[in-house]
């Protein structure tokens, strides 16, 4: 079983930065797939941001080259460096974990942590 639990969520006006992170219990977090993924009111949850145990990163093309994820392995937390913020990046941003155990995959996720920008 893994917990994640989210901060770093904020009030923040467009042009501004935020940096969210997740904190993981569990032993064996350099072993999971990490990512972030954000509900707007309305919307389907989407993925932001991915990085996988080797540090291959993914990216919605719409924060290419704004957002920024990475991961610290010896703190077993993922971050999401948020740049450039723009309204449409209002959100519940959630923390997801993947994990392959006897070949089945198991997905985790946090409680979310709420990002407005206004504009």
């Known amino acids: 079983q893994v917990q994640l639990v989210e901060s770093g969520g904020a009030l923040v006006q467009a042009g501004g930065s935020l940096r969210l992170s997740c904190a993981a219990s569990?032993?064996?977090?350099?072993?999971?797939?990490m990512g972030w993924y954000r509900q707007a009111p309305g919307k389907q949850r989407a993925l932001v941001a991915a990085?996988?145990?080797?540090?291959?990163?993914n990216y919605a093309d719409s924060v290419k080259g704004r957002f920024a994820i990475s991961r610290d392995d010896a703190k077993n937390t993922v971050y999401l460096q948020m740049n450039s913020l723009r309204p449409e990046d209002t959100a519940v941003y959630y923390c997801?974990?993947?994990?392959?155990?006897?070949?089945?995959?198991?997905?985790?996720w946090g409680q979310g942590t709420q990002v407005t920008v206004s504009s």
């Open positions: 990085v996988t145990s080797g540090g291959r990163t």
């Open positions: 569990g032993s064996i977090f350099s072993a999971y797939a």
């Open positions: 997801n974990a993947q994990d392959v155990e006897a070949g089945l995959l198991y997905n985790y």
